[in-house]
């Protein structure tokens, strides 16, 4: 298993990626993501910037995480440990269904975590669907620490913040 930066002519497998996930979550009742997120805007400017990697089997993108110190406006209101040092942020990092349990967004999280120590920074931040156990559970597994909750629009669930000081 490779990961790597994706590249603009991954956009529309990314695409794919992202929506087969979103299907999947809203069969098992988490309704984290919709039709207007993640969308090709975010994507696009995601792929633009360098800052989405991911795992390709036959051309096709299966797995993918968003890795840049993009924090949002409701992070301010967190206890984060980590108030000296620069952080980064993991985003939509997703598994296509087919390829779930089989380690790849452990891999993707440790790729994460790796690739922000050489951009210099000292934590990693980021939030999860309150109602998505399976992220929860891997987060915590990995040695996350809880430290808040935030709230998005359209959003009826809490998102859960965690921060790992690297």
């Not at 797995?63 to 409701?74: G, L, P």
Request: proline fraction near 2%; hydrophobic fraction near 35%; charge should be positive.
């Amino acid at each position: 298993m490779h990961i790597a930066a994706l590249q603009r002519q991954d956009h529309k497998s990314v695409m794919h990626l992202y929506k087969a996930v979103t299907s999947h979550l809203k069969e098992n009742g988490i309704y984290q993501w919709d039709r207007f997120y993640p969308n090709r805007f975010v994507i696009h400017n995601d792929l633009k910037n360098g800052c989405l990697f991911g795992v390709k089997q036959d051309g096709a993108v299966i797995a993918a995480v968003v890795v840049d110190e993009k924090q949002s406006s409701k992070y301010l209101q967190v206890n984060w440990q980590d108030r000296q040092g620069k952080a980064a942020c993991i985003h939509r990092l997703a598994v296509h269904p087919d390829y779930q349990g089989m380690g790849l967004g452990k891999k993707l999280l440790q790729f994460a975590e790796q690739y922000t120590l050489t951009q210099g920074c000292s934590s990693i931040r980021l939030d999860v669907y309150s109602a998505n156990e399976t992220a929860l559970a891997m987060y915590t597994r990995a040695g996350y620490m809880h430290t808040g909750a935030v709230q998005f629009p359209f959003r009826s669930t809490p998102y859960y913040c965690f921060e790992k000081i690297l």
